[in-house]
């Protein structure tokens, strides 16, 4: 554990610290491929995220000492999702879902797992085996609710692939959480996944708002491309269907964030000066006010961000 910390931070101090540090790691322009990392004190909401100078959480986090020994570190489940990508769901009844996912050999790794408050038991609904935690990660503290806000344990998290660490740095009684991020994934939604096959729970709330002709059908009627937009007033997708180049598109091709409920991996939103641009991402918006370089696009007036696209290509 001295190592990990020892470890985290220095790369904390790497992503976060001067310019130098960002230089000497030839950190690259709108580059969200390097994973973030959160750090905060148990018992303060204000914590710092990669990139950011600071993030205030909804709730703050505690340690507590389970039955089975060692600290934990209890995160509000819902604030973690929105800072590192993944989809929280309030299901009802006590039953939280969580769906996580992270590029791992080539192929794609998702979990996609239901819990409830005050019980050590998971299900796994892509096989619908239920676990315990102590099967799954050989510990034994369960989620709690505290105010209304659901807190799960820091292993909790580990067991989703998008986190690869998270809990309490020893001797400094900092709490951390460390999340790979793959550049495609942004307020829960990811690029190329199909919209269609999305929890009915992560759509419910979405409308349509306008819908485009990209390619033409042919005579026959086939091959044509068209993209839809829907939209919750937060998040705005732009989802292509049709068949080209004989395959069938039914995919998110760009993920809108139209107000600051949720931010880049790497901490902007919408309502930031664009001088945090400059901070995160080492360029302004041009004179059209827009920025692109790899796939993420901001629109700003007045010197203020409006909206960020992140956007799969041509």
């Given amino acids: 554990m001295k190592n990990t910390a020892v470890l985290l931070l220095a790369l904390w101090l790497a992503v976060c610290g001067g310019n130098a540090f960002r230089q000497a790691l030839g950190v690259r322009a709108l580059d969200e491929s390097t994973g973030q990392f959160l750090f905060v004190r148990p018992g303060s909401a204000r914590g710092a995220v990669k990139g950011r100078e600071s993030v205030e959480l909804s709730a703050a986090p505690f340690t507590g000492a389970p039955a089975d020994g060692g600290d934990v570190v209890y995160?509000?489940?819902?604030?973690?999702?929105?800072?590192?990508?993944?989809?929280?769901?309030?299901?009802?009844?006590?039953?939280?879902?969580?769906?996580?996912?992270?590029?791992?050999?080539?192929?794609?790794?998702?979990?996609?797992?239901?819990?409830?408050?005050?019980?050590?038991q998971v299900k796994d609904n892509r096989t619908g085996e239920i676990l315990s935690a102590a099967d799954t990660a050989g510990r034994t503290a369960?989620?709690?609710?505290?105010?209304?806000?659901?807190?799960?344990?820091?292993?909790?998290?580990?067991?989703?692939?998008?986190?690869l660490s998270a809990g309490l740095?020893?001797?400094?009684?900092?709490?951390?959480?460390?999340?790979?991020?793959?550049?495609r994934m942004m307020a829960g939604f990811r690029l190329g996944d199909d919209y269609f096959q999305l929890p009915p729970e992560q759509t419910q709330d979405?409308?349509?708002?306008?819908?485009e002709v990209l390619v033409e059908p042919d005579e026959n009627g086939d091959y044509g491309l068209a993209e839809t937009w829907y939209s919750n007033g937060d998040v705005a997708l732009g989802v292509r269907t049709g068949y080209y180049t004989y395959e069938q598109a039914s995919t998110i091709h760009c993920i809108t964030?139209?107000?600051?409920?949720?931010?880049?991996?790497?901490?902007?939103r919408v309502g930031d000066p664009v001088e945090m641009c400059l901070n995160l991402y080492g360029r302004l918006p041009n004179g059209s006010g827009q920025i692109e370089a790899g796939v993420l696009e901001l629109t700003q007036e007045n010197g203020v961000v409006t909206s960020i696209t992140l956007r799969a290509g041509s």
């Fill in 142 to 163: 369960a989620p709690v609710m505290r105010d209304g806000v659901l807190f799960v344990p820091d292993f909790y998290l580990e067991m989703l692939p998008s986190v």
């Fill in 75 to 120: 995160f509000p489940l819902f604030d973690i999702a929105d800072l590192f990508g993944f989809t929280a769901t309030d299901l009802g009844s006590g039953r939280y879902r969580i769906v996580s996912g992270r590029l791992s050999g080539g192929g794609w790794a998702v979990r996609d797992l239901t819990l409830c408050a005050g019980s050590t």
């Fill in 257 to 268: 964030l139209l107000t600051d409920r949720y931010q880049t991996p790497r901490g902007l």
């Fill in 169 to 183: 740095m020893m001797p400094s009684q900092i709490a951390y959480v460390y999340s790979y991020h793959d550049g």
């Fill in 206 to 211: 979405m409308k349509v708002i306008k819908t």
